[in-house]
């Protein structure tokens, strides 16, 4: 299948390509019906190393992998990067193939959200805070988009970063609460040598502020340090994060908070654990990180 | 496995119940990968022939047919029926064992919404007018834990009443709008002798007032006819169901409404055909019948 994989040639692997949804279902039912399994990635494309990471794990854990390539409108509030988000299906091809993925999955969006759609999944509870706050219906088109393409694909597992926390507990959410047969895996973050959590986005930033954009990451290693060193209120813990962030003259701090990473709700202290979780603009463009932290 | 189907043994048949989610999920991924299709009835138990009527559909349409009986809390509203809706869970067994159903699935509420379950489906637009006007988180509810059965059971088909037309066409965007891999067949209404519609809370009507519930079909077929004359005006059809509806004294009419059957937007005539919708209370018990007519 995976042409490209193995002649290493740019833009061979087109065949690959499945831009029809009754295709994907006819080719994911054919695969399953073999008797292997279906690993799914879901991509808004612009793939960079931390989505090709995921690749790897689906690649590791099932048979067949499908990668999704879709810019999901539903998922972007008004006045959001929509329509300059970064697009480039033929570099994402050639990337997703030289890594092993054997479909990608990129539809149109008269075909996702066909005239007169009006069907969405919200996930309540746990999309009030966070990202969610910012960004209302952010998280019902994740939650749509994503049942979409399980019922698409059907696939055994799905592989979600990390990095966007909130949309993975979300999803996991979901997946218990609808009853969907499969394995949500989380991947780790992967980062840039100077600690920037890697994003579409940060192709966004000017020189100056991809400068100081590793803050984020410089300010939960500082937090990390101090829980090292015993530090268990959540408050003392946030601040030290704020005092970070707001050493680098561009950033604007929207949130710094620390939340039970299943339920996405605020905790006092870390005894048991928290998410600790970021979110920083810096001119128009949004950066989030996270670390997991725990006293001990 | 229907062994009540083959010896007619009252209570025999208890092996075909599956209470349990996994279990369900377990045998029909067995069943599915066997090649077999599988069929779903979802019902709220107290089964009568409407509901065997759609067993028996299904049972000519798929190899293997799961009958689930759970009354649904989520789509009655307060003040609602819900406490008081017939149950018999043993009775059930027995006529879906007797009709060929291969498993009765009748998970437990804490199993279906487990504590801090939060994940719900809407469908919007179709759900605002007839029964979703008087009944405002009924769809939800049903669109909530159809989306749950789907996931559990991964039918081939479905099998749906055209009593609750509302419902049939809120599945259908459904299925169509989240891409369920799930064709939706409708069966047609099973009437009494004297045309009552046949449900589960006919059960309600004192002697006085069944008497009277024959006047929804009795309406219906005054349209009918009025329409074989060569009546298109929505309004006037409208109105002389009501008139009928209104000889019953009894008869407390909640909607006559005449809407296209897969947008539920109310037509103004008749010429490409319409679904005329009525519900109607007697006391306590709210019933619903509809009939789908067409000019010429």
């Not at 831009?19 to 879901?42: A, H, Q, Y």
């Amino acid at each position: 299948m995976s042409v490209c994989a193995v002649h290493s040639c740019r833009g061979v692997g087109v065949e690959n390509l499945v831009s029809d949804i009754s295709t994907m279902v006819f080719r994911s039912r054919e695969i399953r019906n073999s008797g292997k399994t279906v690993g799914l990635v879901p991509t808004m494309g612009a793939l960079h190393e931390g989505h090709l990471s995921l690749v790897d794990i689906a690649r590791q854990r099932s048979d067949f992998v499908v990668v999704s390539v879709y810019v999901n409108p539903t998922q972007f509030c008004p006045g959001e990067d929509f329509n300059t988000y970064p697009r480039n299906l033929e570099d994402d091809i050639y990337k997703i193939n030289a890594r092993g993925g054997d479909v990608v999955f990129a539809p149109d969006t008269g075909s996702v959200y066909p005239e007169g759609y009006s069907t969405f999944v919200i996930v309540e509870g746990l999309t009030d805070n966070l990202c969610g706050r910012s960004r209302p219906h952010h998280f019902r088109g994740v939650t749509t988009v994503v049942a979409k393409l399980f019922n698409i694909v059907r696939p055994h597992i799905a592989v979600f970063g990390q990095k966007d926390a909130q949309q993975l507990a979300v999803i996991r959410k979901m997946v218990k609460d609808l009853n969907y047969d499969i394995e949500i895996v989380a991947a780790p973050i992967v980062r840039e040598k100077d600690g920037l959590a890697m994003s579409s986005r940060n192709a966004y930033l000017s020189g100056e502020e991809r400068t100081q954009a590793p803050v984020l990451y410089q300010s939960l290693l500082e937090a990390k340090e101090l829980v090292l060193k015993g530090e268990i209120d959540a408050a003392s813990i946030k601040n030290r994060v704020m005092y970070v962030l707001e050493s680098a003259p561009l950033a604007i701090v929207e949130y710094v908070e620390i939340v039970e990473p299943d339920t996405i709700r605020p905790v006092d202290t870390i005894e048991d654990g928290g998410l600790l979780a970021i979110a920083v603009r810096f001119g128009k463009t949004r950066l989030i990180d996270n670390l997991i932290i725990k006293a001990g």
